[in-house]
């Protein structure tokens, strides 16, 4: 029962007693009248009410928010006036933080004596149940947020990537690596460049990443979002006992082993966190030694780089004001002068940036759970600007969890992730496509059309809930078909009549399968004349790692597939080594390499091919190379095919860039580079029939990392017949 029902239920009690004594006669003898003897009975009195008990009033009582006593509260008392500025009283006064939920801003100065904690008024008060959004120093406002609002609205920090670029371009500074000497304010005063501080507890601004730019993010560098954990524990109040504080440590434990008590929680990481990120061979500590290794390591770049650069050693002290401070003499003592610590003030740009850093982690404790990710990243980047050696570090994760990369980011400015992409490209995306039955089916001019699922949420990376399923869990999501671009459905798994059932391999070949196939690129030509160049002809894009469609061959009729031939079906390798979680670890997505060693005689991807398997498929004389090797020599020869029909048959030269999107350009000079038109853009390539077909094997070939190991033979045919097919010269070679 909340603060304010508890109050009136007491005053209508209350209330209807004082009606009830208002309504009842006074009744008083007379002298004249004999009173009668009236039995005594004894009627039992109604107690007074007892004071209503505040709920939660113990738990709050020892909480950090109830520490009246402390620095926290106690800080303006001895200040003249004694009062709590404006700029402070939102979070270190109830009154404050009542007149900014109404007002939004914070008008009027607290008297230090009023500034008894953050007690229940503060956050239960008609205001507050309609605050839903909350700005962050960065200026980004984050919208429709349940009670969780009123945590992120104190702690979330006072600075950001925002306001250290302020004061850098206040200062005008050309040299990042140069001291910054004061300037003249508008009354003629000196004005520092000074250490920027985010202040305690910026546990929100940890929790939202990027979303909010609580860290110094360097410019080239993409950062990872909002940490998404999984449904139901995503907030504030999701994690924390909004009274006492405290960390439900009980919750964690039921995914965490060896969770017991709060100071286990540092040892939590997990399957996501598959790196050595602070690079000390330990990828089995928790999170929170993680990040204090890379702590460690900034730390003694920030003092080698001061006093290279700044000409001055630097010593950090997270409990004193201004926490930088100068250590001229180099033995890691801080300065005195007059009994006082001696500020540092040599700052450099770099240096700030590194040190705000620095900070960043520091000053929330719990890092380590709220976004680890954007905190190793902060700190890395860091490492590497001030000079540092990063080779050993890790700041990616494996391409499912890794927050800060394309795959994740791309659609952060559009608000969610389109229908078309979010399938593969959201964490709730695939359970959407699988819980209604998702299909993909194909128009008539080959485009490819998904339905089963609509635009989704942005997220940070796949969730544990993507892949498995919540309500059978940890068993992975079931699917039985799995349809391809090309129309046809597939499974790892069949009954004795051959029909298509569930395996939670499925799952993998759900996205890995491509967005195009050789269908789709028939379908967009047909009725074309095969050798004229044709502006409405659009290049297929198979997309990244199509695995599957590569596994499945012309199961999946993944490629294009020239007309009267043949071409290999599903690889199916050996008992044992079949599936995408046979021969790949299902989280980290490295390749199991050395259970290949017994059968192949070794550990090394590229050199693998089959045991007794002596053909020069290439043609290159080499018979012992790879079956990757054997793709490359494939890869070489009609890519040549390819330039040799569009200049001889087309009349324009062409060039292929695996990494720039449509991929394919027209190269009229044959300098090997691109032609721009007259605004500096790359000039796309005008295919005919016969060379888009090429083309696109020939991309699907490079979009599979895995092409040779997964199905080299199936992938082999299809580019042996796109070189036969453009006139290409086949000598030599060999088509499986």
Request: proline letters at 4%; hydrophobic letters at 40%.
């Amino acid at each position: 029962m909340s603060m304010k029902r508890t109050l009136l239920i007491v005053g209508l009690i209350l209330g209807l007693a004082m009606v009830v004594a208002a309504c009842t006669p006074a009744v008083a003898p007379t002298a004249e009248a004999p009173v009668a003897e009236v039995p005594v009975v004894e009627v039992p009195v109604a107690e007074a009410p007892a004071s209503p008990e505040v709920p939660f009033a113990e738990m709050w009582a020892a909480s950090g928010h109830n520490a009246v006593e402390s620095e926290v509260f106690r800080h303006w008392d001895a200040s003249d006036p004694a009062k709590v500025p404006v700029t402070c009283a939102k979070c270190h006064s109830a009154d404050g933080f009542i007149e900014f939920q109404a007002k939004g801003t914070v008008e009027t100065a607290v008297p230090a004596a009023n500034a008894q904690g953050i007690n229940c008024t503060a956050c239960h008060n008609e205001t507050s149940l309609e605050m839903t959004a909350v700005s962050f120093p960065s200026g980004v406002v984050i919208e429709d947020l349940g009670r969780e609002a009123l945590c992120m609205s104190c702690h979330q920090g006072r600075e950001s990537k925002v306001s250290v670029d302020a004061q850098i371009e206040k200062f005008a500074i050309e040299d990042i690596d140069a001291v910054v000497a004061p300037i003249k304010d508008d009354a003629g005063k000196d004005v520092r460049f000074g250490f920027r501080n985010i202040h305690y507890f910026a546990a929100a601004a940890t929790l939202y990443g990027s979303q909010v730019h609580g860290g110094y993010e360097y410019e080239g560098k993409t950062y990872d979002w909002k940490f998404g954990h999984i449904d139901g524990y995503t907030t504030c109040i999701d994690c924390h006992d909004s009274h006492s504080l405290e960390v439900k440590v009980d919750k964690c434990s039921v995914c965490h082993e060896g969770v017991a008590k709060t100071e286990d929680l540092k040892n939590i990481r997990m399957v996501s966190s598959s790196g050595d990120y602070d690079g000390d061979g330990d990828v089995a500590e928790g999170m929170a030694f993680e990040i204090e290794g890379l702590q460690v390591n900034l730390y003694a770049q920030m003092q080698a780089y001061a006093k290279d650069k700044a000409g001055a050693a630097i010593v950090y002290d997270a409990a004193a004001y201004p926490y930088w401070f100068a250590d001229v003499d180099g033995d890691g003592v801080i300065d005195q002068k007059d009994g006082a610590n001696v500020a540092f003030s040599t700052w450099t740009a770099r240096l700030l940036k590194a040190a705000y850093n620095y900070q960043v982690s520091v000053k929330d404790p719990g890092a380590f759970a709220h976004g680890n990710k954007y905190i190793v990243q902060l700190l890395i980047d860091s490492i590497a600007d001030l000079g540092g050696d990063v080779s050993t570090l890790t700041r990616a994760d494996a391409g499912h969890f890794d927050g800060a990369s394309l795959p994740f980011r791309d659609w952060d400015a559009d608000g969610e992730v389109p229908f078309n992409c979010a399938k593969c490209h959201s964490a709730t995306g695939l359970p959407e496509f699988l819980k209604n039955g998702g299909t993909v089916s194909i128009s008539p001019t080959g485009s490819v059309l998904q339905s089963g699922i609509g635009a989704q949420p942005i997220s940070n990376s796949f969730t544990c809930y993507t892949c498995h399923d919540p309500a059978n869990w940890p068993n992975i999501r079931e699917t039985a078909n799995v349809p391809f671009p090309s129309g046809k459905s597939v499974s790892f798994a069949k009954d004795a009549d051959g029909k298509n059932i569930a395996d939670p391999n499925n799952i993998c070949l759900s996205c890995h399968q491509g967005r195009q196939s050789g269908k789709t690129v028939s379908l967009s030509v047909a009725g074309k004349e095969a050798d004229t160049a044709d502006k409405t002809i659009s290049f297929q894009n198979v997309h990244y790692f199509s695995a599957g469609a590569t596994l499945f061959g012309a199961d999946a009729g993944g490629m294009f597939q020239y007309p009267d031939k043949e071409y290999a079906g599903k690889f199916t390798h050996v008992d044992g080594f079949t599936t995408c979680a046979n021969c790949h670890n299902v989280h980290t997505l490295k390749v199991k390499i050395e259970t290949c060693k017994g059968c192949h005689g070794t550990d090394v991807l590229e050199d693998l091919r089959a045991p007794g398997d002596a053909v020069d498929y290439d043609g290159d004389g080499n018979t012992t190379e790879g079956l990757m090797g054997e793709v490359a020599g494939f890869q070489e020869k009609l890519y040549a095919a390819i330039q040799a029909y569009a200049t001889d048959s087309l009349g324009v030269g062409i060039m292929y860039d695996t990494d720039s999107r449509p991929y394919f350009y027209a190269d009229a000079d044959g300098d090997g580079a691109a032609d721009k038109d007259d605004k500096g853009a790359k000039v796309r390539y005008v295919f005919s029939p016969r060379l888009v077909e090429a083309a696109f094997n020939l991309h699907f070939s490079y979009k599979d990392p895995g092409v040779g190991i997964h199905n080299g033979v199936y992938v082999m045919q299809a580019l042996y017949d796109a070189i036969e097919d453009l006139g290409g010269d086949v000598t030599g070679m060999t088509r499986p």
